[in-house]
């Protein structure tokens, strides 16, 4: 598959910056609507969501409207109601998770050769009715958006002039956290909007906020997700922070790449364990 070059020469780190790219998957056969109708029964139920897509764009409670009936007919239905179907699991359909291992792999690779190396990737499609909305959110993970049928809008917040996000923001995903939410309780004050057309493809770096709003068509969108060390310890990182927070200890900012991160990581990994263990062992 062609992707835009990521022309990274002469950087030391991965550039945290939000950008568009390019991409060939722009209405390919095994991603069209018949064939996802085709292949879907293949992923297991407990890895599909659907549910309606009429959402608020402030929604952090994330209370959802759950439909029951079988995603084929969903996604045959799209257009006629207003939904959206996030299947996950794609590594359970051989041809679709190739496909997204070969738009992925220089993205992946670059950052994880930046970042500490490679923790976990994760591949998902979404298909949307037109006009859905994706609520404002953020995710742990380095993202990557492949439009691949209709078109859709896409809002990141906060200013995408640096590496690193402004401290706004940061404080909104320590209160989301901090509530065991990735939805947004606040909405950023400036945001940045980019139009996903097919073969159009936007990177949204890890815990950036984002809400997507569905243009007139039909959506069928390709997202990759993978976490590099870095942005694994520093995810963990944050919810030690919350905890130390919650009996009034203070807590340093969270930075890219610091060792404290790590260090914070494997304790919030260690304390895990032992509770697992623990209800294992009162069972």
Known sequence: MAVEPLQ??????????????THDLAGHPLLSLDRVSDWVGAISPKRIQQHQGDL????????????????????????ERNA????????????VDELAQSVERAWLEASASLEGGFVRRAAQ????????AVPAHFDRQHILLHQVTGTKEVFIGGSTSGSGLDPEIESEVAVSMAHRSHNLYE??????????????GLYIPPRNPHWVLGGTDTSVTLSCGWDTRWSDSEYLTYYWNERLRRVKVPAGPVVPGKWSNRCKAIAVDRFG????????ESN
């Open 8 to 21: 990274l020469e002469g950087s030391d780190r991965w550039p945290r910056r939000p950008r568009t790219f």
């Open 56 to 79: 608020p764009v402030l929604h952090p409670s994330g209370t959802v409207r759950t439909i029951k009936e079988p995603t084929s007919t969903v996604i045959g239905e799209l257009n």
């Open 84 to 95: 959206w179907v996030l299947i996950q699991g794609l590594s359970a359909v051989r041809e």
């Open 125 to 132: 499609l979404l298909v949307a009715s037109p006009k859905a």
């Open 187 to 200: 909405m950023p004050q400036t945001a940045t909007r980019y139009l996903l057309q097919p073969g159009t």
């Open 273 to 280: 364990r032992i509770v697992r263990f623990s209800k294992r």
